[in-house]
């Protein structure tokens, strides 16, 4: 059935994808959850329910709001409410996190979007704490998006190789450098034209991503604290085959050993070099194999 092929497709990818399109899973699924929930409460009449509780999710520009809500400095950046917003954050992670794992593996996707984020709030708090133009809007101001951790995978990229080339519509093949400045030059000149918390988050963002691979090219990796949780991202074998002659893919019945054989070898590729290396015949072998288990 369609259904059951649209699910296989999903636990597919949720179980062997990288960290870029588990994070891509997270946003869209957060998403989701929150549309239907501002469904229920329009149709039930209660507003003010939606956004009290959104608002506990988003970070707040006040510091003595955010004393109470700390854990928002970390679910705001999975946070939308727009469809375009969600779409344009999850193409841009999608786009630019295939250079950085190009790069520099897997590993490092999580950590970037989270540090990102982080600075992106911090900066967000920053402006709108100390500068008197933002001192009218400071206790009514939210912010939302994983626009901030996008960047920073978006400069991460940038810093790792400029010159990378990207083909755009119209315009051909841009090289990264390039796209990147425009974006931030764009945020710089709407900060007065509205949702400037955004536009600053981004700029904090971006800061972060540069930095962060500068100074991993010096020797020092600020992902170091974030190891236990990218290792949640880690693909892991579905099973452990244990006293079993044989058992069957696809329904053929093969030796155990050579099952394990083909699985832990496929897993040193997957972990060497990344999901998207295997061949369609590994992959249907992974999915095959997991399902049968």
């Not at 509780?53 to 955010?66: D, E």
């Not at 970037?112 to 009514?140: D, E, Q, R, W």
């Not at 832990?264 to 590994?282: F, P, Q, R, T, V």
Request: with cysteine.
């Amino acid at each position: 059935m369609l259904t059951n092929s649209i699910w296989g497709d999903i636990k597919y990818q949720f179980t062997y994808g990288n960290a870029a399109i588990k994070l891509i899973f997270a946003n869209v699924g957060i998403f989701l959850i929150v549309v239907l929930f501002k469904l229920v409460c329009i149709v039930a009449q209660v507003p003010n329910l939606y956004v009290l509780i959104i608002n506990y999710l988003k970070v707040p520009a006040s510091l003595g709001t955010l004393l109470y809500q700390p854990w928002s400095l970390f679910s705001y950046m999975f946070l939308h409410e727009g469809v375009m917003h969600i779409l344009f954050n999850m193409l841009w992670l999608y786009w630019f996190s295939e250079i950085v794992i190009l790069f520099l593996g897997d590993k490092k996707i999580l950590p970037i979007y989270i540090l990102g984020g982080l600075s992106g709030a911090g900066l967000y708090l920053l402006m709108y704490n100390t500068i008197p133009y933002f001192k009218g809007a400071m206790p009514v101001a939210y912010m939302a998006g994983a626009s901030a951790g996008v960047m920073a995978i978006v400069w991460a990229a940038v810093a790792l190789s400029p010159d990378y080339e990207i083909r755009l519509p119209i315009l051909g093949n841009v090289k990264i450098k390039y796209i990147a400045i425009v974006s931030i030059l764009i945020d710089i000149i709407s900060i007065p034209q509205g949702n400037a918390g955004g536009h600053i988050a981004h700029i904090g963002g971006a800061l972060m991503g540069y930095w962060y691979i500068r100074i991993l090219q010096g020797g020092t990796d600020l992902a170091a604290p974030f190891t236990a949780i990218g290792n949640l991202f880690k693909p892991k074998p579905a099973v452990k085959l244990v006293h079993k002659s044989e058992t069957k893919v696809a329904g053929k019945a093969i030796p155990s050993d050579k099952v394990q054989e083909k699985l832990d070898a496929i897993l040193d590729k997957m972990n060497e070099s990344g999901y998207d290396s295997l061949s369609k015949e590994e992959k249907d072998f992974l999915f095959r194999y997991s399902d049968e288990k």
